[in-house]
């Protein structure tokens, strides 16, 4: 995006790219639907960047859903707005999509250098180090690099196959470049689950229920986060799904500052706590717990699974005590899943690294963009918009720091 925006104002734009083909990640992306932008109204939409709204909100609100909606048109992909207000490019893939923006750009005299990998800054010379890479770009004598501007956009360091390997991180600490460290974000949390447990419900789904965080900032206190409604997976190591990611920044800082930390879930999220007792209370003779939650409650084999879990197969007698632990079941998460396998990464290039237009203070000329800086947010479309906003803010930033700085040459 920052080179369609460079070459659209008539710069000379060259990517380098380390993988043999461009947009990897992108495509990943859209092997479930391309998820572009949400339509909910921006003041609420730039409320999903947390504490980083703020340094967020002039990038977001000069290249907005609206605008990414229509550069999906201008490549020839009208978008809809899904049942949950995320939108969507109508073919729902990024090969569609990638294929006719790659064509533009080539189209503008974009130069694509795919298999060249930038390793660093030449320590005497300030110089941008790329190699065209074989197999050990590490070990082929690298070019040096002088260009006017230069825009980074090295992703975070999840799937890693895709080339977004966070290898970039040692070399801006080299020079002093304040990077937060990179952690999963919109990832899966892990679970000490019970043999038994997982070899019965492992990739069971756990549809409409909603979810909490609870943190304990101070022992004996307890608070508890947002509630989040959706569904959530059982996998082997733990769980995932929508509202487990959207609930992860609270669960992921709790894990940090205390090792572990509990999630509570409301299993029947449409019924009170009354209304579960009173259907409790028509138990029928002889009638087994199984059945009974099944008949009055409508409990699926996995969320009944999950209260034996974690009652260590002991559940409560009456109905009262039955009805609150429905509605409020505690499951222990011991820590996130691995980086690689997370959907996004927080941490990254501190804001205060950067100027208002994204370029690295302690290199002029040099700016950055996408999921590299310290932000995150969660799955809903907040990922490719912001990543899509800060790539044209720092390709704007750059276009308006040239011409401050060669005033005679634009
Ligand atoms: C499974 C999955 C599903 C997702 N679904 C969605 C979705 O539906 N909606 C959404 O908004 N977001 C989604 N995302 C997130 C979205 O794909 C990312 O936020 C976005 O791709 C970030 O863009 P980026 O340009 O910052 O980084 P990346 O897309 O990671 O691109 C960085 C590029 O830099 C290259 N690179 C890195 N280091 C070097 C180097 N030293 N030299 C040369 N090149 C280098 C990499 O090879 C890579 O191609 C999803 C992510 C995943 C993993």
New binding site residues.
Partial sequence: MAAEVLARAGASVTV????PSM????L??G??????THSEPLEQFLTRYGDKSAALGPSVSAFPPAAVEAWCEDLSQKSFVGSSGRVFPLGFRATELLRSWLAGLEGLGVRLLTS???LGWDRATGALLVAANEKNSDQVEPQQLFPDITVM????G??QR????G??VPKFQEIGINVHKLRPANSGFLVDWTAEFISKFEGMPLKNVSVQARGNPVPGEIVLGETVRGEMMISAEGIEGGCVYAVGRELRAACDAQGNTTMMIDLRPDLSREQVEQRLNTARPKESTSTLLRRTVGLPAVAIGLLREATKNVLPRQASDMAELIKSLPLQVLATEELDRA??TAGGVAFEELDHRFMLLRRPGVFV????IDWEAP?G?????A?LSTAVAAANGALSWWEEEHPTEM
Avoid: P
Wanted: proline share 0%.
């Fill in positions: 380098y790219e380390q993988m947009g990897r990640k992108f990943i992306a092997r479930g639907g391309l998820n572009i060249h990998r930038w956009s090295l992703g975070g999840s799937w895709t080339g977004s390997d290898r970039w959907i996004s963009a996408g999921e590299m799955t479309g907040y990922l490719l918009q990543t």
